[in-house]
């Protein structure tokens, strides 16, 4: 079984300039999430989808973050205008939901680094 | 809000058993105990969960104290490629679906 995939796997912008990160969750699984983790800190969630929607996004800065999940299988996540603070680890996971599944897939995360 | 207590740091020797202690003295009764880890560069991965029984599987063990307030996470026979951050984390059946929220775990240095 294919894991989950994400790209890229580095970037490296200036502050002010915007980034995209790409993730294709495992085949078959309707929820996807986008987590956020700083330099010797945990993951903390962005945002949730269920399939295409929207289920938890509280804690997404929407004033510059913005991700969507349009046919229910890949999603994006955008950044625009990046911040230093934004420099972190965004990791994609997924989970099928099914069956009472409780473990969440993670992928390999994009390293950003603004400066 | 955090649910969980972690040491910070412990280390191990290759091929002796590593023994990762949570303490969760808030836990209610529907609530699960779940361990994920996070090797270097990688994302975290699931090790196993648990509700009130013992718990084992190919990667490690899992022991849950009878009150429920603490559990240790067992690797039977630590490699250097376990060195990695333990996560412990508890959540309720009816989150399975949610997102999981994690502290800054233990890290689980492996020498040889």
């Known amino acids: 079984e294919a894991g989950v995939a994400q790209s890229p796997r580095y970037k490296i912008i200036e502050k002010r300039q915007s980034v995209a990160f790409w993730c294709n969750p495992i085949?078959?699984?309707?929820?996807l999430y986008w987590y956020q983790q700083i330099l010797g800190q945990g993951p903390k969630l962005l945002i949730q989808f269920q399939n295409n929607g929207v289920v938890d996004d509280s804690q997404l800065p929407k004033d510059r973050f913005s991700a969507e999940r349009l046919k229910g299988v890949d999603s994006t996540l955008k950044i625009q205008p990046a911040k230093l603070e934004d420099s972190a680890v965004y990791l994609c996971?997924?989970?099928?939901?099914?069956?009472?599944?409780?473990?969440?897939?993670f992928g390999p995360g994009t390293r950003l680094t603004v400066l | 809000d955090a649910k969980t207590t972690q040491p910070t740091s412990m280390d191990c020797a290759e091929g002796r058993a590593a023994n990762l202690p949570c303490n969760h003295s808030t836990i209610s009764g529907n609530e699960y105990v779940y361990w994920y880890r996070q090797i270097h560069s990688q994302g975290p991965q699931y090790i196993i969960h648990g509700l009130k029984n013992n718990e084992t599987n190919e990667m490690a063990s899992l022991i849950i104290t009878e009150d429920r307030k603490s559990s240790t996470l067992i690797l039977p026979h630590a490699t250097l490629r376990d060195t990695a951050v333990y996560y412990c984390i508890v959540r309720s059946a009816n989150q399975a679906g949610t997102a999981l929220i994690f502290g800054k775990g233990t890290t689980l240095s492996v020498s040889s």
């Open positions: 996971a997924s989970s099928s939901g099914q069956g009472g599944s409780h473990e969440q897939f």
């Open positions: 085949s078959g699984h309707a929820t």
